[in-house]
């Protein structure tokens, strides 16, 4: 019986002796298996954020967010404008201002003027302007003999012709009362409201159209620099 007693003792000691050092390794196996992947400690970059479903949205008729909001042209003569291609609104907002005007039906008149006075590519290349343009019924007004001479001599002309043009692209409300100091050196007085609009002495009958670098408001008189 002492004997049995001092084995079964020493199976306790070797069972104790052995149990911390099973569960031991059992641990660590099991740590192991569900400690996450290490991240790296130089990714300081924040995950890109999703585009919100707004960011994307473009307007379904291919124009962009800012179109129309230099307003639509006014007056009684824009329905004599061309609807479509060739001297409509829609076609010179693409043009530069000279080259609008020469495709324009009312505006043949001034495009000849521009052309002989060498201002063309002035016009064309200039940055945000606006042009106060005679149309053809405009120049009616000027006694023929009169207007050959000023369309003959080129001096003259250049000032004429510069005497229409603005820097910056005036809106409606840019003419409700004031002065404007033209290309040519000479101020130009503007007032109005609503649809009815005056340029010292002349009339705005088509007013706000656009061209690529220029906006165009057709007048009835032809404007005289003191």
Known sequence: MKQKSLLASALTVLALTAAPVAAEAGTGAFA?????????????????ESASPTDSVMPTDGASPSAGAAGEPFGPACASLPTSGAGSPAEMATQPVATAASSN???????????????????????????????????DKIPKDTLDKVLADKEQLTKLLTYH??????????????????MQG????????????????????????QTSNAVVYLIDTVLMPK
């Open 186 to 209: 000479g101020t130009l007085t503007v007032k109005g409201s609503g649809q009815e609009y005056t340029v010292n002495d002349a009339k705005i009958v088509c007013g706000n159209v």
């Open 165 to 182: 043009v603005v820097e910056g692209k005036k809106t409606q409300q840019d003419l409700a009362d004031g002065e404007l100091t033209t």
């Open 32 to 48: 192991r298996t569900l400690s996450p992947t290490p991240v790296p400690t130089d990714m300081t970059s924040p995950p890109a």
């Open 105 to 139: 039906p009312e505006l043949s008149t001034l495009a000849q003027a521009i052309e002989q006075a060498g201002l063309t590519e002035t016009l064309n290349s200039a940055q945000d302007i606006t042009v106060f343009a005679p149309t053809n019924d405009a120049f």
